[in-house]
C-alpha cells in the first residue's frame, strides 16, 4: 500500500490505519514490516543490477566488428559500456550487504572470544583479533563505498 504524506502523518498520530495493517499488529511491527519489505525488493533490484552490470563488464571485454568500416573496435568504448563507470547506487547497497555480512562474522568471533574468556585464553584472543581483523575489512568496504 502506498501512502502520502497526509496519510502517514495520520497514521503516525493514530489518526487512521493503513488497509493492509494486520489483525493484531502494533504500529512500530507493520512499519518494521513494510520497510523489511522495502528492504527485500531493494536487494533484489540490487542483485538483479549486479547481474546486468557482470554482464556489461563481459561484453565490454570483448572486440566489436563493425560490418560499415570493417574496423575492430574494444567494445569498452561504445555506449553500453557506459553504465558502468553510472551505477554508484548498486555498488554502495552492495557495498553494505558486503559489510553487513562481515558484521555477522565480528559477531561471531566476539561471540566466541566471549564464551572462551574464562576456558582457553589463546583462543579467545584468537577470536577477539578475528574480529578487530574483520571490523577493518567492514570499514574499508563502507569506505570505499563511500568514494
Keep these: 500500500m502506498k501512502m502520502n504524506l497526509i ?17 493484531n499488529e502494533s504500529n512500530a511491527s507493520y512499519l518494521v514490516r513494510k520497510f523489511s519489505e522495502l528492504e527485500a525488493k531493494c536487494a533484489a533490484l540490487a542483485a538483479e543490477n549486479a547481474v546486468l552490470k557482470s554482464a556489461v563488464q563481459t ?4 572486440i566489436h566488428f563493425c560490418e560499415l568500416c570493417g574496423k575492430d573496435d574494444p567494445c569498452s568504448t561504445d555506449d553500453v559500456c557506459m553504465v558502468l563507470s553510472e551505477t ?4 554502495a547497497f552492495l557495498a553494505e550487504v558486503r559489510a553487513q555480512g562481515v558484521e555477522m562474522v565480528i559477531a561471531y568471533h566476539r561471540e566466541r572470544a566471549d564464551a572462551l ?31
Design 7 to 23: 496519510e502517514m502523518e495520520g497514521f503516525l498520530h493514530g489518526n487512521g490505519i493503513p488497509g493492509d495493517l494486520r489483525v
Design 59 to 62: 561484453h565490454s571485454e570483448s
Design 88 to 91: 554508484p547506487s548498486t555498488d
Design 117 to 147: 574468556h574464562h576456558v582457553d585464553r589463546n583462543n579467545a584472543i584468537r577470536h577477539s583479533m578475528a574480529a578487530l581483523d574483520a571490523s577493518d575489512v567492514a570499514a574499508q568496504l563502507r569506505q570505499e563505498s563511500a568514494q
